[in-house]
């Protein structure tokens, strides 16, 4: 059987392995998320709701 010593490293081990996991995780999604407004084809917006919800200028039927 494992001792109460090992048993607590093995935990210790196993919680710095999963913040490390988690660290490296939200980095990546971090560096990989879009900034403000370059994801959004504004051409595709068919109401003026949507166009000033999304910082757009509405003009006649159309988001730009």
């Known amino acids: 059987m494992q001792s109460a010593i090992v048993q607590m490293i093995l935990i210790v081990v196993a919680i710095a ?3 490390i996991v988690t660290v490296i995780v939200y980095a ?3 560096n990989n998320s879009p900034t403000a407004g370059d ?26």
């Open 39 to 64: 994801n959004i084809d504004k051409g595709r917006i068919t109401t003026k709701t949507l166009c000033d919800a999304v910082g757009g200028t509405w003009s006649g039927s159309k988001c730009s």
């Open 17 to 19: 392995a999963a913040a």
């Open 28 to 30: 990546q999604l971090s």
